[in-house]
């Protein structure tokens, strides 16, 4: 068979769902034809203008106004703005024509089994011969879809189920209809991992298929368990957020994002399919959630669901919460548990669960309750909707947002213990568990030599999980690959004479442990590896530095102790860049101040496209201290031309730093002079970004690499930059866009950046430079509306503006 390339892919439906697919296509380089239908009538607008519904711009307004709506959302469909210009709009009437150009089409109309066979029917009368052609349904059966279509079609037809957002949520359902190749699914689930960045999973054709049948009844199962317990919205979604690994939105919050009315749509389908589900009764809808639907109490969408946003008198907003009893609106109560209390101290999410269903308050009689019914549910969905357990967790885990899935869980209370929590709510273990148990094997999972096995059911074994040859999983190798380590990092052996330093610290926050592990690691690297890379995979690269301990040192005056650190990490940053092995670092998620400060160091930088990378310094009241300040002065000396306004330069790179400008994702970095075109490179799919950064470091050790020298021809343009930057400052202020301690942080960093008040442009070294930027931190720190900063940080996660 011929190799299969995808440059072109055609979009049908231009809804949130169908904008949102072409906008990630589009991320990744693919030309998007996206198409919907011709408006039956003119509206207002084009009334008033005088149009005709021939006129061109009225047939593609639909496509048009739904795309420019998903450019406009946020969290952004799309990486980068001008990558929205790789999408061309059209319409199902006159542009229909041009899908037997494409590689690949892809049906996202309404869910509609009817509407959806008529646009198959025209499709397939224009449609190349070996196009893939798929349905994004999120629960029709696949084998209805393709009935009375030629025998290519069906050959190249099945599901490709996307969450939405299809730019955030990792899972990628691929649904087989009854007659479609092994090759096209194969290839489908290669395409969804190496380029856009998913977790594939093959699912049955069964109701809801993996993600949806498991989320919905975990959903489901707790909305009769409020009821049970007799429990507070409250307490469920204190319960089932951040503490069991689930995002913070939880349980009921997120219903308010997502829609009860597409919650209820999916439940009531899956009810009225499932003949042979056990627990089919869970999927009836309570009676308050029927109250809610009936009144259009939806969530986000109508203003008000299981929380109401309120204006009060004084100007301020409340969030009230829905009482489940009254169906009244009522004042939120503040939800605390004392088994919730003995987890404080577990930072592993794994190391909790035990914990968790040995409470003897409420907590725990609902985390019992909840994960017996849970195991008892997916134990039981095998072979049904997929005969391989793995499958069941990735879909949860990428689809819902869990940190662990079901048998992750299971596995982390101990399989014994989970058959024990399941049979005092009543519900039998299944065959294949007790078989797996007699059989002298107690986990689902287990991990030799650096790779995940899971129990194979048919096999009766442990069998390894595909897909893994491209990845490199920090959780399975450190322990029997450690060099190194103290409490901030663990420094592991890649292969290949690579080396990495893993932060292991609260929130990979970089304090004297962190740093002191990282020069710990330069120095086995130098005498006895080739390359090093800087990565993890926690939840953020890394916060920024350790600001509980700047603001004790700044407290207690300890200005001789705080020099000595702010150098400490000025030196390891230089380090990274001037040792004599290449170093890469691997930014992913939140990098932020001093995160970013070591991004802007390495000798390239490899970074998972959902970086979030900026210098926010200024939030805590003062300026980058890390060599951040002194890097943004390089990288825009590097951008002067001759004749060129340098000033005008320096500026944009003034602001990125002034203004606390974050990119929201690692191309947006690129723009903001974090990330270098043509050295610095981005990957879509965070689990190979680690394997690609040991490549690179290996490739710049292969090809001879050579320690770098230390730059002493930085471009600073003195008292003409510092002078227009004050002038600047003082306008800000006196329009009151900024405080006056908003202009002070600004000073400070002009007369950084400015290279001090020198009297004419001049040469100078990083040093000189690093030199100015400590002093101008260690002057902030001494501010009383700095320490303000430092300590609403600490106290409240959030910046103070005073």
């Given at each position: 068979?011929?190799?299969?390339?995808?440059?072109k892919?055609?979009?049908?439906g231009?809804?949130?769902?169908?904008?949102g697919?072409?906008?990630?296509?589009?991320?990744?380089?693919?030309?998007?034809?996206?198409?919907?239908?011709?408006?039956?009538?003119l509206?207002?607008?084009?009334?008033?203008?005088?149009?005709?519904?021939?006129?061109?711009?009225?047939?593609?307004?639909?496509v048009?106004?739904?795309?420019?709506?998903?450019?406009?959302?946020?969290?952004?469909?799309?990486?980068?703005?001008?990558?929205?210009?790789?999408i061309?709009?059209?319409?199902?009437e006159d542009?229909?024509?041009k899908?037997k150009?494409?590689?690949?089409?892809?049906?996202?109309?309404?869910?509609?089994?009817?509407?959806?066979?008529q646009?198959?029917?025209?499709?397939?009368?224009?449609?190349?011969p070996?196009?893939?052609?798929?349905?994004?349904t999120s629960?029709?059966?696949?084998?209805?879809?393709?009935?009375?279509?030629?025998?290519?079609?069906?050959?190249?037809?099945?599901?490709t189920?996307?969450?939405?957002?299809?730019?955030?949520?990792?899972?990628?359902?691929?649904?087989p209809?009854?007659?479609?190749?092994?090759?096209?699914?194969?290839?489908?689930?290669?395409?969804g991992?190496?380029?856009?960045?998913k977790t594939?999973?093959?699912a049955?054709?069964?109701?809801?298929?993996?993600?949806?049948?498991?989320?919905?009844?975990?959903?489901?199962?707790?909305f009769?368990?409020?009821?049970?317990?007799?429990?507070?919205?409250?307490?469920v979604?204190?319960?089932?957020?951040?503490?069991?690994?689930?995002?913070?939105?939880?349980?009921?919050r997120?219903?308010?994002?997502?829609?009860?009315?597409?919650?209820?749509?999916?439940?009531?389908?899956?009810?009225?399919?499932?003949?042979n589900?056990?627990?089919?009764?869970?999927?009836?809808?309570?009676?308050y959630?029927?109250?809610?639907?009936?009144?259009?109490?939806?969530?986000?969408?109508?203003?008000?669901?299981?929380?109401?946003?309120?204006?009060?008198?004084?100007?301020?907003?409340?969030?009230?919460?829905?009482?489940?009893?009254?169906?009244?609106?009522?004042?939120?109560?503040?939800?605390?548990?004392?088994t919730?209390?003995?987890?404080k101290s577990?930072?592993?999410?794994?190391?909790?669960?035990p914990v968790?269903?040995?409470?003897?308050?409420?907590a725990?009689?609902?985390?019992?309750?909840?994960?017996?019914?849970?195991?008892?549910?997916v134990?039981?969905?095998?072979?049904?909707?997929?005969?391989?357990l793995?499958?069941?967790?990735?879909?949860?885990?990428?689809?819902?947002g869990?940190?662990?899935?079901?048998?992750?869980?299971?596995?982390?209370?101990?399989?014994?213990?989970?058959?024990e929590l399941?049979?005092?709510?009543g519900y039998?273990?299944?065959?294949?568990?007790?078989?797996?148990?007699s059989?002298?094997?107690?986990?689902?999972?287990?991990?030799?030599?650096?790779?995940?096995?899971?129990?194979?059911?048919?096999k009766?074994e442990?069998?390894k999980?595909?897909?893994q040859?491209?990845?490199?999983?920090?959780?399975?190798?450190?322990?029997?690959?450690?060099?190194?380590k103290?409490?901030?990092?663990?420094?592991?052996?890649?292969?290949?004479?690579?080396?990495?330093?893993e932060?292991?610290?609260k929130?990979?926050?970089?304090?004297?442990?962190?740093l002191?592990?990282?020069?710990?690691a330069?120095?086995?690297?130098e005498k006895?590896?080739?390359?090093?890379?800087?990565?993890?995979?926690g939840?953020n690269?890394?916060v920024g530095?350790n600001?509980?301990?700047i603001?004790?040192?700044?407290?207690?005056?300890?200005?001789?102790e705080?020099?000595?650190?702010?150098?400490?990490?000025?030196?390891?940053?230089?380090?990274?860049?001037y040792?004599?092995?290449p170093?890469v670092?691997?930014?992913q998620?939140?990098?932020?101040?001093?995160?970013?400060?070591m991004?802007?160091?390495?000798?390239?930088?490899?970074?998972?496209?959902?970086?979030?990378i900026?210098?926010?310094?200024?939030?805590?009241?003062?300026?980058?201290?890390g060599?951040?300040?002194?890097?943004?002065?390089?990288?825009a000396?590097?951008?002067?031309?001759?004749?060129?306004?340098?000033?005008?330069?320096?500026?944009?790179?003034?602001?990125t730093?002034?203004?606390?400008?974050?990119s929201?994702?690692?191309?947006?970095?690129?723009?903001?002079?974090?990330?270098?075109p043509?050295?610095?490179?981005?990957?879509?799919?965070k689990d190979?970004?680690?394997?690609?950064?040991?490549?690179?470091?290996?490739?710049?050790?292969?090809?001879?690499?050579?320690?770098?020298i230390?730059?002493?021809?930085?471009?600073?343009?003195?008292?003409?930059?510092?002078?227009?930057?004050?002038?600047?400052?003082d306008?800000?202020?006196?329009?009151k866009?900024?405080?006056?301690?908003?202009?002070?942080?600004?000073n400070?960093?002009?007369?950084?950046?400015?290279g001090?008040?020198?009297?004419?442009?001049?040469?100078?070294?990083?040093?000189?430079?690093l030199?100015?930027?400590r002093?101008a931190?260690?002057?902030?720190?001494?501010?009383?509306?700095?320490?303000?900063?430092?300590?609403h940080?600490?106290?409240?996660g959030?910046?103070?503006?005073?």
């Open positions: 068979m011929s190799k299969r390339r995808i440059n892919v055609a979009v049908i231009s809804g949130i769902m169908g904008s697919i072409a906008c990630h296509f589009a991320n990744i380089g693919v030309e998007v034809l996206l198409l919907d239908i011709v408006p039956r009538e509206n207002d607008k084009e009334k008033a203008k005088g149009l005709t519904l021939d006129d061109k711009t009225v047939r593609n307004r639909l048009n106004d739904h795309l420019q709506n998903a450019l406009k959302s946020k969290p952004s469909p799309i990486y980068h703005k001008d990558f929205a210009k790789r061309t709009t059209g319409n199902m542009d229909i024509a899908v150009d494409y590689d690949w089409i892809i049906e996202v109309v309404i869910e509609r089994l009817d509407i959806k066979k646009v198959f029917e025209k499709l397939d009368k224009h449609r190349t070996g196009t893939l052609i798929t349905s994004n629960g029709i059966p696949i084998k209805f879809m393709s009935e009375g279509r030629s025998d290519d079609f069906q050959k190249h037809f099945c599901g189920h996307f969450f939405n957002p299809a730019r955030y949520l990792d899972l990628f359902e691929i649904i209809g009854p007659n479609t190749d092994k090759e096209v699914l194969a290839f489908l689930n290669a395409y991992e190496k380029f856009l960045g594939s999973v093959v049955k054709d069964t109701p809801a298929f993996i993600g949806n049948r498991v989320g919905t009844y975990s959903i489901m199962s707790l009769h368990t409020v009821e049970e317990l007799g429990m507070t919205v409250e307490e979604d204190k319960l089932t957020g951040p503490v069991i690994g689930r995002p913070k939105s939880a349980t009921f997120t219903v308010d994002v997502v829609g009860l009315d597409t919650l209820v749509h999916v439940a009531n389908g899956i009810r009225e399919n499932v003949e589900d056990e627990r089919a009764e869970l999927f009836s809808l309570p009676n959630i029927n109250t809610m639907h009936e009144n259009k109490w939806l969530g986000s969408k109508t203003g008000q669901g299981f929380y109401k946003k309120i204006k009060k008198e004084d100007g301020s907003s409340e969030i009230l919460t829905l009482d489940l009893n009254s169906m009244e609106y009522r004042a939120n109560k503040r939800a605390s548990f004392s919730l209390e003995m987890t577990i930072d592993n999410v794994a190391d909790r669960f968790l269903v040995k409470g003897k308050d409420k725990g009689e609902f985390f019992r309750k909840n994960f017996a019914g849970l195991f008892a549910y134990q039981n969905r095998i072979p049904e909707i997929t005969d391989e793995y499958k069941i967790d990735d879909a949860m885990r990428a689809g819902y869990w940190e662990h899935g079901p048998f992750q869980i299971w596995d982390a209370v101990g399989v014994e213990k989970g058959i399941m049979k005092a709510e039998e273990v299944a065959d294949w568990v007790a078989a797996m148990l059989s002298g094997k107690d986990s689902f999972y287990t991990v030799k030599e650096g790779n995940t096995f899971y129990y194979d059911i048919p009766k442990y069998v999980k595909p897909g040859d491209g990845f490199i999983i920090l959780d399975n190798i450190r322990e029997s690959k450690e060099v190194f103290n409490s901030g990092v663990v420094v592991e052996d890649l292969g290949d004479g690579i080396l990495n330093v932060f292991r610290s929130m990979n926050s970089i304090g004297g442990d962190v002191s592990g990282l020069n710990r330069i120095d086995l690297a006895d590896f080739a390359g090093l890379v800087v990565a993890n995979q939840k690269f890394s530095a600001i509980g301990m603001f004790m040192m700044a407290v207690e005056q300890e200005y001789d705080l020099n000595a650190a702010v150098k400490y990490f000025q030196d390891t940053c230089m380090r990274l860049r040792s004599s092995i170093t670092v691997a930014p998620a939140m990098t932020l101040g001093g995160g970013c400060e991004t802007l160091h390495a000798d390239r930088v490899v970074a998972a496209a959902e970086s979030y900026g210098l926010v310094e200024f939030g805590v009241g003062v300026i980058p201290g060599g951040g300040s002194k890097e943004m002065t390089l990288r000396s590097e951008t002067y031309h001759k004749d060129d306004v340098e000033l005008n330069r320096l500026r944009e790179y003034f602001l730093i002034g203004m606390a400008k974050v929201t994702s690692a191309y947006e970095a690129y723009d903001l002079g974090i990330l270098k043509g050295k610095d490179i981005v990957v879509v799919n190979r970004q680690i394997a690609a950064a040991k490549e690179v470091a290996k490739f710049m050790a292969d090809q001879g690499y050579t320690k770098p230390e730059r002493t021809d930085i471009k600073v343009l003195g008292k003409q930059a510092l002078g227009a930057f004050l002038v600047g400052t306008q800000m202020n006196a329009g866009y900024i405080s006056d301690h908003d202009q002070k942080i600004a400070k960093l002009a007369y950084v950046m400015a001090g008040d020198l009297s004419e442009a001049s040469y100078v070294s990083e040093r000189y430079l030199d100015l930027e002093e931190f260690l002057s902030l720190c001494g501010e009383r509306k700095t320490l303000e900063r430092l300590e940080m600490i106290k409240k959030k910046p103070l503006r005073n």
